[in-house]
């Protein structure tokens, strides 16, 4: 999840809920078991090299993540996560490099223009995640992710100056996004502005993993659907098991574009 601090979600609703990026993570045994120590993703489709880094400690747990911005050398945030000695989460701080001007222009800085730890709320009966708020350098709410099970969805609450400006719900059906995911957006006072719903029909390998997947989208406000709504998908993997390509297809003014998540690994 990311803050507004980053660039990356200052930008439209449909942009903001399930990054195409969400379900390219693996479970924390895999990557303990080929002894990860980072992945470096980015976007063959934008001729350039940006994307982000993520660096995982010996059992395979997230501690650092770092978003470059389009050029690939300048970061535009960062985040460090702890462990407690259970393996449980317990805490994140988040640098912010994107600087605000006067005239509300954003300049990514080459060092860090603040940092916040972020407030995480917990469900320590079931040892699960509840909530995570990001602030500003002034204490201000920024945004905000709120988290529901069975089934799994979450509801983000972005800020303006402090002052709630939008709400987007993601529900699921299904183990977190396997089935559908359903996106609502909502503006402060709850009006519903639209969204739109995603099926999917998902083949998998023999490890049980995703291999192909068709999407379907249907949406009474449409105009909030992004212009690269893919259609398929395809997920490629090492021999060791580890995701090293996710291609999406999909068809603009009656041609197919494609866009492929690539992934690099380094090991201890």
């Not at 990054?19 to 976007?43: E, I």
């Not at 639209?194 to 029909?201: A, L, S």
């Not at 993997?237 to 297809?249: A, F």
């Amino acid at each position: 999840m990311r803050s507004t601090l980053l660039l990356a979600i200052l930008v439209a609703c449909a942009a903001k809920a399930f990054p195409q990026s969400y379900d390219t993570y693996q479970p924390a045994l895999l990557y303990k078991q080929n002894n990860v120590k980072s992945r470096t993703l980015f976007y063959d489709h934008d001729k350039s090299n940006w994307g982000s880094i993520d660096y995982f400690d010996h059992d395979g747990l997230l501690i650092e993540s770092i978003l470059f911005d389009s050029t690939g050398k300048k970061y535009v945030s960062k985040r460090k996560l702890q462990y407690d000695s259970s393996k449980h989460f317990i805490k994140e701080v988040f640098y912010n490099y994107v600087s605000t001007d006067s005239a509300n222009k954003k300049e990514i800085k080459t060092k860090v223009v603040d940092s916040q730890e972020v407030k995480l709320e917990f469900d320590t009966a079931q040892n699960r995640l509840l909530k995570k708020t990001y602030v500003n350098a002034l204490g201000k709410p920024v945004m905000e992710v709120s988290f529901t099970f069975d089934p799994f969805g979450f509801t983000e609450k972005y800020y303006k100056d402090g002052i709630l400006s939008e709400e987007v719900i993601s529900s699921c059906d299904g183990h977190r996004f396997d089935k559908a995911i359903v996106i609502n957006c909502y503006s402060p006072d709850g009006t519903r502005q639209g969204g739109w719903k995603m099926k999917f029909d998902n083949s998998y390998d023999k490890f049980g993993r995703i291999k192909k997947r068709s999407i379907r989208t249907s949406s009474d406000t449409p105009e909030l659907i992004p212009q690269f709504n893919p259609k398929r998908q395809e997920y490629f993997y090492m021999s060791n098991g580890l995701l090293v390509n996710k291609s999406s297809y999909s068809n603009i003014d009656d041609k197919e574009f494609k866009q492929a998540i690539l992934f690099n690994y380094t090991f201890w």
